[in-house]
Antibody
Framework: EVQLVESGGGLVKPGGSLRLSCAAS????????MTWVRQFPGKGLEWVGR??????????DIASPVKDRFTISRDDSKNTLYLQMNSLKTEDTAVYYC???????????WGRGTLVTVSS | QSALTQPPSASGSLGQSVTISCTGT?????????VFWYQQLPGKAPKLMIY???MRPSGVPDRFSGSKSGNMASLTVSGLQAEDEADYYC??????????FGGGTKLTVL
């Protein structure tokens, strides 16, 4: 059974930083392309970014609204995906989901999400 | 403001069919056959229901079907059941290694 478990969310002040983690099991993580998707309090979803497997180059693509502030990385030895978020803004408040990336970008497995609240 | 436009709500009676639209542009929905649909039950993470416009993942009932014409994609739920009541989101590849979502449609089963 595929399991994705996010952690690291919480309350942070504007301008602060946070690192989210996503522990994966039930998949060959080293071969997986992974994605972060966020869901705003009003319920809209937004693609945040993707990282390829190391065998496919390990490169990342990040959405324009967060491109200069967010970084995606992975540790295949720990089966863990990361999202480093810097210079956080109130509009970054959302539930952040870790997902697998398949085909031309659909997310076939999702974690339960972790809530990030940016507020003073 | 979401990149893809969905009606905020839709409804249908038990056993009937309902179609949810997802309107984009030639840069996303109209430009690629990579439209996806997700179902989100209250308090749960989204679940993939349709990929590549009309393909169903294993385990998704064949009551769910997807289609596309021009810049608009559609999700049809036939034989509505109470458990189909949920939020539905469309998503599309938008070129340059980016993906976009719709704002979501709340489906109510009457």
């Amino acid at each position: 059974e595929v399991q994705l478990v996010e952690s690291g969310g919480g309350l942070v002040k504007p301008g602060g930083s946070l690192r989210l983690s996503c522990a994966a099991s039930g998949i060959t993580f080293s071969n997986a392309w992974m994605t972060w998707v966020r869901q705003f309090p009003g319920k809209g979803l937004e693609w945040v970014g993707r990282i390829k497997s190391k065998s496919d180059g390990g490169t990342t693509d990040i959405a324009s609204p967060v491109k200069d502030r967010f970084t995606i990385s992975r540790d295949d030895s720990k089966n863990t995906l990361y999202l480093q978020m810097n210079s956080l803004k109130t509009e970054d408040t959302a539930v952040y989901y870790c997902t697998t990336h398949s085909g031309w970008g659909y997310s076939d497995y999702w974690g339960r999400g972790t809530l990030v609240t940016v507020s003073s | 403001q979401s990149a893809l436009t969905q009606p905020p709500s839709a409804s249908g009676s038990l056993g009937q069919s309902v179609t949810i639209s997802c309107t984009g542009t030639s840069s996303d929905v109209g430009g690629y056959n990579y439209v996806f649909w997700y179902q989100q039950l209250p308090g749960k993470a989204p679940k993939l229901m349709i990929y590549d416009v009309s393909m169903r993942p294993s385990g998704v009932p064949d009551r769910f079907s997807g289609s596309k014409s021009g810049n608009m994609a559609s999700l049809t739920v036939s034989g509505l059941q109470a458990e189909d009541e949920a939020d539905y989101y469309c998503s599309s590849y938008a070129g340059s290694t980016t993906w976009v979502f719709g704002g979501g449609t709340k489906l109510t089963v009457l």
